[in-house]
């Protein structure tokens, strides 16, 4: 089993729309937990951190269940620029690989 | 500030053949990183460094050596190259926790490498 889940989509969405994704990961000593955005051909780059109480950046929104090891971001109002593969990141206490990465999730918002 | 850098930023090999992929970071980060990424298979750590002089093994280091030259430099090292290691290389750096706990790590261009 992946440290990681994440579905591969891909999630086809018309521009304004609401899109959610999911992610699990199956370590319950992981500690800190993030989105990251990878364009096509490009590298990864941090969009959120996600936080126990959930958290809000503009349209994005990020959510944890610890019980559940279930992490979900929200994006409203999707953008063409939204388009691009989201990665669910998790730092794993002691752990010395640092981060562990899912293998992401596929977005693309049409006009 | 340029953040971190790859070179190069292609390159096609014969098995067999060796090579060395520089990254390096203007940021004063203490750690740096390497991974790879493979279609399905998210980023894998191969090596890291968390400070000037020292290295260690992550996920998948086989066929692979690092050298962290400085704290601005880290390099990895393919002595004889396979086709398995045909993927897209980036380089990461991060500085100390936040007091939160989290460390973002912050990625280079990358590499992308074809074994043939």
């Known amino acids: 089993r992946k440290e990681v889940e994440q579905d591969p989509g891909p999630f086809n969405v018309p521009e304004g729309a609401t899109v959610a994704f999911n992610c699990t990961y199956s370590n319950s000593a992981s500690q800190s937990f993030f989105w990251y955005r990878q364009d096509c051909r490009k590298e990864p780059k941090l969009l959120m951190s996600?936080?126990?109480s959930g958290n809000e950046d503009g349209r994005f929104t990020a959510q944890l269940n610890r019980a559940s090891q279930y992490i979900s971001l929200l994006i409203r109002d999707s953008k063409l620029s939204d388009s691009a593969t989201y990665l669910c990141v998790v730092n794993i206490a002691g752990s010395a690989r640092q981060l562990t990465f899912g293998s992401g999730t596929q977005l693309t918002v049409l006009p | 500030n340029a953040g971190v850098t790859q070179t190069p930023k292609f390159q096609v090999l014969k098995t067999g053949q060796s090579m060395t992929l520089q990254c390096a970071q203007d940021m004063n980060h203490n750690s740096m990183y390497w991974y790879r990424q493979d279609p399905g298979m998210g980023l894998r750590l191969i090596y890291y460094?968390?400070?000037?002089?020292?290295?260690d093994k992550g996920e998948v280091p086989n066929g692979y050596n690092v050298s962290r030259l400085n704290k601005r430099e880290f390099s990895l090292r393919l002595e004889s190259a396979a086709p398995s290691q045909t993927s897209v290389y980036f380089c990461a750096s991060s500085d100390r926790d936040d007091p939160r706990g989290s460390k973002t790590q912050y990625f280079g261009p990358g590499t992308r490498l074809l074994v043939l």
């Open positions: 460094s968390a400070s000037e002089g020292t290295t």
């Open positions: 996600v936080y126990s």
